[in-house]
């Protein structure tokens, strides 16, 4: 695993809330990733209806409407959640405003844009319900294809590197699907051992 040098983590802090608005692609995103995810969710049939769901690094909510779509309370953070977001709130991925065991499933899909691991699976783990699960979606690494680009912090050669890593930290994976939008990577299912 390697990362991304900042230098301090203010400056991590502002190159990452500046990535919103040099997005282009993101109102056609926004509604086709909500209902792919939606899908791969209802597929995997771990998320149930009426469950708490926190989605980390959440932008613009195109996770969280997919959870509300399967009939969950679903709310995101985010660095930079734009003027009037109802479905994202102001928040650190590393500092999570939420009590511990408030939730009931975790997600993010930018497990590449995380400047301390430790710290950030340390949050997961804390805010997680004692049968909670953790759903990351996670692009190839280097040595499978998978892109590096302006605003990722973590890189790892393969996603089996990750889930090992992940799996130290006290998460087992449970479920694992390989998807092909927004980018090629895996849907896992994660619980706290």
């Not at 993101?26 to 995997?44: F, H, I, M, N």
């Amino acid at each position: 695993m390697r990362v991304r040098s900042y230098g301090s983590y203010e400056k991590y802090l502002s190159h990452q809330k500046s990535k919103r608005e040099k997005i282009s692609w993101l109102p056609g995103y926004d509604q086709k990733y909500s209902q792919v995810l939606a899908e791969r969710l209802r597929t995997q049939a771990v998320v149930k209806e009426g469950m708490s769901v926190l989605c980390l690094g959440a932008r613009i909510g195109s996770e969280v409407k997919a959870f509300l779509a399967l009939g969950c309370f679903a709310v995101g953070i985010d660095l930079n959640p734009s003027v009037e977001n109802k479905y994202v709130l102001y928040g650190d991925f590393h500092d999570v405003q939420f009590s511990c065991h408030s939730v009931d499933v975790v997600f993010t899909n930018c497990l590449d844009h995380v400047y301390a691991l430790n710290v950030f699976l340390r949050e997961v783990k804390r805010v997680l319900k004692l049968e909670g699960c953790f759903i990351l979606e996670i692009e190839r690494g280097a040595e499978e294809g998978g892109v590096v680009g302006e605003y990722e912090c973590l890189f790892y050669d393969k996603i089996d590197d990750m889930i090992e890593i992940l799996d130290h930290a006290g998460l087992r994976a449970v479920k694992r699907v390989d998807f092909e939008y927004p980018w090629k990577g895996q849907h896992i299912v994660f619980k706290v051992r």
